[in-house]
């Protein structure tokens, strides 16, 4: 069933079906859309129309129409109109969990400039990005990951290496994180658990999976309160049930994260 287009003066956002690992989002902006802020997944989209414009590793990055916008987990920016018209595109948010099934535990790609014209990442986003209105095939989904996994370490131009970590501690301390969303964990707790001295542990974590575990372990809240808050519960019960200090510190970390408050998200894309 297809889905509507909320709008809220001119901008509006409009959500695939979620499935596991992935996001996908298709929205329009005039004027300022969203404020800095970083996520830990990889965030690989197309502009339909108009010039997609945003800070990104201290400098300003201007997609056009047809262009792939390539945004490195962790990686700080914003988004604005590059013109008065506005402009309009779609997303895929991807866990790096997801490409890494791919990637064997190699060291996660890095797109430099945060924009590709290159053919290879725009054939190997179609799927993902085609259309929203229905949800991908099981299969279609692990192919088409797959080869965007290998397309963004070939047009990355990363050399073949050798594991400079241990892909198999990161692995545990993750699991571990999404078992304890309901309570403090420390490094310690996460090293003990793997295997590896912390210090370690948290090299290993950023090289495999993007970002640190506390930022993963943020994200994973987040999402929790999303969730949460897609179903009409109150945000004061959500920022408990994620397991946040108060609504106020979810409010923070919501920011930080989406470039959006909670309020804002429900109004534009519930």
């Known amino acids: 069933m297809k889905k509507p287009i909320i709008e809220t003066a001119r901008d509006w956002m409009r959500r695939a ?7 996908r989002i298709e929205a329009f902006f005039q004027g300022n859309a969203y404020a800095l ?3 830990d997944t990889y965030a690989i989209g197309r502009t339909l129309a108009g010039v997609q414009s945003f800070h990104y590793r201290s400098s300003i990055r201007h997609s056009l129409t047809g262009h792939t916008v390539i945004l490195h987990p962790d990686e700080p920016h914003d988004g604005h109109a590059g013109t008065e018209e506005g402009f309009r595109y779609r997303m895929v948010y991807v866990e790096p969990a997801r ?9 996660l790609p890095f797109i430099k400039g945060g924009t ?23 299969l279609e989904q692990d192919d088409a990951l797959f080869d965007l996994a290998i397309a963004l370490k070939a047009v990355s131009g990363a050399p073949k290496q050798k594991r400079t970590g241990d892909f198999r501690a990161a692995r545990i301390a993750r699991e571990y994180i999404h078992a304890s969303l309901d309570r403090p964990v420390t490094l ?4 003990a658990a793997s295997g590896r001295d912390r210090w370690s542990l948290s090299r290993d974590f950023r090289c495999f ?3 640190s575990p506390y930022r993963y372990l943020t994200l994973r809240r987040l999402a ?8 009409g519960t ?8 994620a397991g946040f200090a108060d609504q106020s510190h979810m409010t923070r970390q919501f920011v930080k994260a989406f470039g959006l408050s909670p309020s804002k998200w429900l109004r534009i894309g519930k």
């Open 209 to 211: 999976f993007g970002t």
């Open 116 to 138: 590709s014209t290159d053919v290879r990442l725009f054939n190997a986003t179609q799927a993902l990005l085609e259309n929203l209105d229905f949800r991908i095939d099981t």
């Open 37 to 39: 802020h970083r996520h």
């Open 188 to 191: 310690d707790e996460l090293a």
């Open 17 to 23: 079906e979620p499935v596991a690992g992935i996001e």
């Open 224 to 231: 929790l309160a999303q969730r949460l808050m897609s179903v």
């Open 99 to 107: 490409l890494q099934e791919a990637l064997g535990g190699s060291p």
């Open 234 to 241: 109150p945000l004061v019960d959500c920022a408990a049930m």
